[in-house]
């Protein structure tokens, strides 16, 4: 199971931690403490599972504390979720798990490279115009941008890439564009997006796939 990553990936605004007795049946015990904490944007996995790992911690140390002085105030997990909540999964991450599609949202793919980010890490394909080449990216953060009047939406087809060979790598979405920060070709070092220009030319007919 994966909840860190797919409380990003999901566009979950907060997320935490619990203490609970174990019971027979697998996540049914009653919940001990809960404490909570805010997702920002600027939250990856690797930010909030060390935010998680230290709150986890303390909390733990709470619970020992209370156990100990017989101080312990039990809440059923049923009567936390009221049954207008729809309670969505977090299975295991594969590598299949984590290929980008580009026909999505600009929102819902920047949420999901950074609830992968830095590890296992989103990634794309590459399609070189000229050679028919293809190559494999890790995408680790991105911005989210508007469409200036020179771009329209029905105009670009998912997965074009837009640059300047410099400064940018603007990529097409299902409903905008998605500006690269941050990526690792395979075989690569990790390296920002400026960097990345200055050693290797994107042509205007190449395409993320």
């Known amino acids: 199971a994966a909840p860190i990553n797919w409380a990003i990936i999901n566009g979950e605004k907060e997320t935490g931690v619990t203490t609970f007795f174990l019971s027979h049946e697998i996540d049914t015990g ?3 403490f ?3 904490t805010e997702i920002s944007e600027s939250d990856n ?3 909030l599972h060390d935010r998680l790992m230290v709150m986890g911690a303390a909390l733990v140390k709470k619970t020992i504390d209370a156990i100990l002085e017989d101080n312990t105030k039990v809440i059923p997990q049923e ?3 009221g049954s207008e909540i729809v309670l969505k999964p977090a299975p295991k991450i594969f590598t299949e798990t ?9 929102a819902e793919i920047f949420n999901f490279i950074r609830g992968l980010s830095p590890y296992p890490a989103a990634w794309t394909e590459l399609q070189r115009h000229e050679s028919d080449e293809t ?3 890790k995408l680790f953060a991105s911005e989210k941008i508007a469409l200036t009047e020179d771009y329209k939406i029905n105009s670009l087809t998912p997965g074009t890439i837009i640059t300047d060979n410099k400064t940018y790598i603007d990529v097409a979405t299902g409903d905008g564009l998605l500006r690269i920060t ?3 070709l395979s075989g690569k070092k990790r390296m920002k997006s400026v960097d990345f220009l200055n050693g290797y030319k994107l042509d205007n007919k190449d395409r993320f796939q």
Do not use: F, G
């Not at 984590?98 to 600009?106: L, Y």
């Open 30 to 32: 009653e919940i001990i």
């Open 34 to 36: 809960r404490e909570k």
């Open 45 to 47: 996995a690797e930010t």
């Open 79 to 81: 009567e936390l979720v």
């Open 98 to 106: 984590c290929k980008i599609d580009w026909n999505r949202k600009s």
């Open 135 to 137: 190559l494999r990216i």
């Open 182 to 184: 941050d990526l690792q």
